[in-house]
């Protein structure tokens, strides 16, 4: 049972276009949200993280937007780079607001980026 | 600062042997967990360490042993290793649970089981 998805397996876009990767999720307890990236041979860096009460947070180039009644979440860079190609991993935790899950995350499948210059 | 850094890089193991996986911190990190990476499954938690004396059992930790050796160091050994171990194990770590940084990831360990 994923309880998060990354429905699209790769995401093909121009450089200096935008990216949308999505997110969804199944288990409403999760209140804390993770977007992690990933080169070939290394292990995940943390991009942007979101919590529960919000419905947005911006970093830079990086947006993730979180929609709780859909449980939906998405990434969005703007504008893209070749530098941003990679594996896009959303995650998901319990625990933010009280309780915990010892910091476990759970993880979606993951979303191949390509930008193309 | 070298962050979290794993144990080898490789491994080939035939069916039925054993071996460990190696993995420290030097972040002073208080928590760590071991993870398995497999096509189109995304990351799934093996195995995780709260606190140093503390471990537990993540989503997939059927044919696997840790051992949190000391704060710096969190161990993953196969007992008796099977194909469908093969895949990339990735060890992480995070400061405090109360903090909720991002947990840092070391860079993987590729494991082939024949």
């Known amino acids: 049972d994923q309880q998060v998805k990354q429905n699209s397996p790769s995401l093909s876009v121009q450089e200096g276009r935008i990216s949308i990767l999505n997110c969804d999720y199944t288990?409403?307890?999760?209140?804390?949200f993770l977007w992690y990236k990933k080169y070939p041979a290394e292990g995940p860096t943390f991009l942007i993280s979101i919590s529960s009460i919000k419905d947005k947070n911006e970093d830079g180039r990086f947006t993730v937007f979180l929609n709780k009644s859909a449980k939906h979440l998405s990434l969005h860079i703007v504008p893209s780079q070749p530098g941003d190609s990679a594996v896009y991993f959303c995650?998901?935790?319990?625990?933010?607001?009280?309780?915990?899950?010892?910091?476990?995350?759970?993880f979606g499948q993951g979303t191949i980026l390509t930008v193309h210059p | 600062n070298a962050g979290v850094t794993q144990t080898p890089k490789f491994q080939v193991l035939k069916t039925g042997q054993s071996m460990t996986l190696q993995c420290a911190q030097d972040m002073n990190h208080n928590s760590m967990y071991w993870y398995r990476q497999d096509p189109g499954m995304g990351l799934r938690l093996i195995y995780y360490s709260a606190s140093e004396g503390t471990t537990d059992k993540g989503e997939v930790p059927n044919g696997y042993n840790v051992s949190r050796l000391n704060k710096r160091e969190f161990s993953l050994r196969l007992e008796s290793a099977a194909p469908s171990q093969t895949s990339v194990y990735f060890c992480a770590s995070i400061y405090s649970l109360s903090s909720y940084n991002e947990q840092f990831f070391g860079p993987g360990t590729r494991l082939t089981v024949l």
């Open positions: 995650a998901a935790s319990i625990g933010y607001y009280g309780g915990t899950s010892y910091g476990k995350l759970t």
């Open positions: 288990n409403s307890m999760f209140d804390y």
